[in-house]
């Protein structure tokens, strides 16, 4: 991965080149680089605890990314497209102004960090079932290696190595799958080895209804207009590649999430007394031979790295281009401006790491981020595109991401269940009769 770093240092010589791969990447490059962000290694591991616990109801998670994916693909990814901006934030001043901008960087960014944080928690314990030493001394190991060549190429380094990072994602699920089938007797002896309300879906055990419409909006929320997934239409050289990649992503993740929660229903069945989380790196350890166990890893890192790689370089470029460049980087050259936006990948990356040292599970590591996120900023975001039509402005967009995130975050610290949904609501509201007020005013 360093290696491709260093090659696609080479090919960087301006800031779109930096940030956006030149806006030149093919359809073929885009869709891998979105499969490899979405079925990142904390999505792996956290979807096999599901399974773990709750059985099929557990695919619900990269579900409704499915489902955000292909709503993006239908209606939203020629409009994101066409904007050709750098990032999220920069799309929301067009939609409102530079105040909805401005909260909308600080919001992202505070989000995805935890998201990032996810993948380092995740990273640690995986490399610990490789070699036993100590989960945090390989969460620093994993941070510094993406943190290098996210450094040396940026964007075009992150969707190459991303492409590459797919192909051994695929090969390690469908190898371990297929080895958990046959250790647990067949697919007969799966249904039969497990209650049958581990078969249930969308609800399942200790998951409502009102959780799974939860888990949908949040989820599916942070596809339909998430920063990193707009960074890679942003570098698809044409429109329709954009629609394209986003379409065929979210359709090939569907198979996908029924084959992740299987192999943690699996491992229910194999080692009912390990911990959720535990699922997928026990599978591992117990069940492949030393070489297959190998390359099953080298895929969860590359998931891993896939995902961490494009949320840093995502927050770095909002925090280079929506805050420092408009206050102080105008007088910039453009190699002081690269330059800074590359020690804000270092900054990010040990803020991440520092985070995930200190957070020491998966799902509520992304939960926080997602939430906090989609709460503050998906209706926003969403009504934008049809700003006009729907009457909404800017007084009410800074109000709806300022009320709904910060309801949201407020929830997630109390442990308030279902905070995200309420987020999600106030934000709706708050747009919408604080933009009507606005007109009257």
């Given amino acids: 991965m360093i290696g ?70 239908f209606f939203l990814a020629k409009k994101v497209k066409r904007f050709s901006l750098y990032t999220l934030p920069e799309l929301l001043e067009k939609f409102y102004d530079k105040r909805v901008k401005l909260v909308a960087s600080v919001l992202i960014c505070f989000s995805w960090v935890a998201i990032v944080a996810g993948q380092i928690i995740t990273a640690g314990a995986i490399l610990n079932v490789l070699i036993p030493l100590s989960p945090p001394f390989f969460a620093i190991v994993f941070s510094l290696v993406v943190i290098a060549y996210t450094i040396l190429g940026g964007q075009d380094s992150i969707i190459r190595t991303d492409f590459l990072q797919f192909l051994i994602i695929i090969t390690g699920i469908l190898s371990v799958f297929l080895i958990v089938l046959n250790r647990v007797g067949g697919v007969g002896e799966f249904m039969n080895r497990l209650p049958g309300e581990f078969f249930s879906f969308p609800v399942g055990i200790d998951f409502t209804g009102w959780d799974a419409l939860s888990l949908t909006i949040m989820v599916g929320s942070a596809y339909l207009v998430g920063p990193d997934i707009y960074s890679r239409l942003f570098c698809a050289k044409n429109e329709k590649t954009a629609r394209f990649s986003a379409f065929s992503a979210g359709v090939i993740i569907i198979p996908f999430a029924f084959l992740v929660t299987a192999i943690g229903m699996g491992a229910r069945i194999l080692f ?8 997928f790196p026990m599978i591992i350890q117990e069940t492949l031979p030393p070489g297959v166990g190998g390359a099953v890893m080298a895929s969860l890192l590359a998931a891993l790295m896939s995902s961490a790689d494009t949320c840093i370089l995502t927050i770095s470029t909002i925090l280079t281009m929506d805050i420092y460049y408009p206050s102080f980087g105008r007088a910039c050259t453009k190699k002081q401006i690269l330059n800074f936006s590359r020690w804000m990948v270092v900054l990010v990356g040990l803020l991440s790491l520092f985070i995930a040292l200190m957070i020491k599970e998966i799902i509520p590591a992304l ?9 503050g900023l998906a209706i926003p975001i969403l009504a934008g595109f049809y700003r006009d039509k729907l009457g909404v402005n800017s007084t009410g967009a800074f109000a709806a991401t300022i009320g709904g995130g910060g309801m949201a975050l407020t929830g997630k610290l109390l442990g308030i269940k279902h905070c995200g949904l309420m987020g999600f609501i106030m934000s709706g509201l708050l747009l919408f009769v604080v933009s009507k007020m606005r007109r009257k005013s």
């Fill in 4 to 73: 491709v770093g260093i090659y696609s240092a080479k090919r960087v010589k301006t800031l779109d080149g930096f940030f956006l791969a030149n806006r030149k990447m093919g359809g073929l490059f885009v869709t891998g680089s979105l499969l490899a962000t979405i079925m990142g290694g904390s999505n792996t591991i956290g979807m096999a605890g599901l399974g773990f616990k709750r059985g099929v109801s557990g695919s619900l998670w990269l579900l409704a990314g499915s489902f955000g994916m292909i709503v993006l693909a």
């Fill in 272 to 279: 009912p007394q390990i911990q959720a989380e535990e699922a």
């Fill in 367 to 375: 939960l926080l981020g997602y939430t906090v996120f989609c709460s």
